[in-house]
């Protein structure tokens, strides 16, 4: 993180300092504050936390505001642009809906060190940590995470809201469907398909379809469980 003197507030009134503005306070917006950090290091930002007892703290060193109805619309108005720095999918995708419904510009958060062919393309509000590598026609939905030094490889269909964890790699033509999580590690052979919201052990090595709402473990992987809907 870059050392700077706690106390930096949201300067109101001016239009000189562009702003984002970051939802989510965890370990997942630390990564995100190094992201807009070296990508944009001129550039103020603002933390907004559903978590009321961290509302007037500081995160690193930027004051944490109340995600509180009224505020967020009134700190919208002052940002250039948001991001929804949350692990969690279905906390990251109501934030993003709420922020679609105010009008805000959402952005994604790319780590300079990543190298996305110029045939790929990166969904609105997705996260690029720092070292991945996303191949040629590869294509990921909006609200995805691709985490530290995981590889995808060329022709690959990833859908919103898909968390893929440190050190995942996925071979060619493997598609993975929306809200979808693989545990850091995880293997995808080429041309697997895994279905929309399954969850992939880490470490497993994936070498056959996995239908919708699996969780599937081990080398090769192997379903164990149907996810119940409760789960999501």
């Not at 940002?79 to 929804?84: A, I, S, Y």
């Amino acid at each position: 993180m870059t050392n700077r003197k706690p106390g930096n507030q949201l300067q109101t009134g001016t239009t000189q300092q562009k702003v984002i503005g970051i939802i989510g306070t965890g370990g997942h917006a630390k990564i995100v504050t190094d992201i807009f950090q070296l990508v944009e290091p001129q550039t103020q930002l603002l933390f907004v936390s559903a978590h009321p007892e961290q509302a007037g703290a500081y995160f690193n060193p930027y004051r944490i505001y109340p995600d509180q109805a009224g505020e967020l619309a009134r700190l919208q108005a002052q940002c250039n642009k948001w991001h929804v720095a949350i692990g969690h999918i279905p906390t990251r995708r109501q934030k993003l809906a709420q922020l679609r419904r105010l009008s805000a510009t959402i952005t994604s958060a790319i780590h300079p060190s990543s190298i996305c062919a110029d045939s790929s393309t990166v969904g609105t509000g997705s996260t690029i940590c720092a070292s991945v590598v996303v191949g040629a026609d590869t294509h990921l939905g909006e609200g995805t995470i691709a985490n530290t030094a995981c590889t995808l490889d060329h022709d690959g269909q990833i859908g919103s809201w898909v968390n893929i964890g440190p050190g995942c790699h996925l071979a060619g033509h493997v598609t993975v469907g929306e809200g979808s999580e693989l545990g850091a590690g995880a293997i995808v052979i080429p041309h697997v398909k895994i279905g929309k919201g399954c969850i992939i052990g880490a470490g497993a090595v994936v070498i056959r379809d996995i239908p919708d709402d699996a969780v599937a473990v081990g080398v090769p992987a192997k379903i164990i469980t149907k996810k119940r809907k409760s789960e999501d």
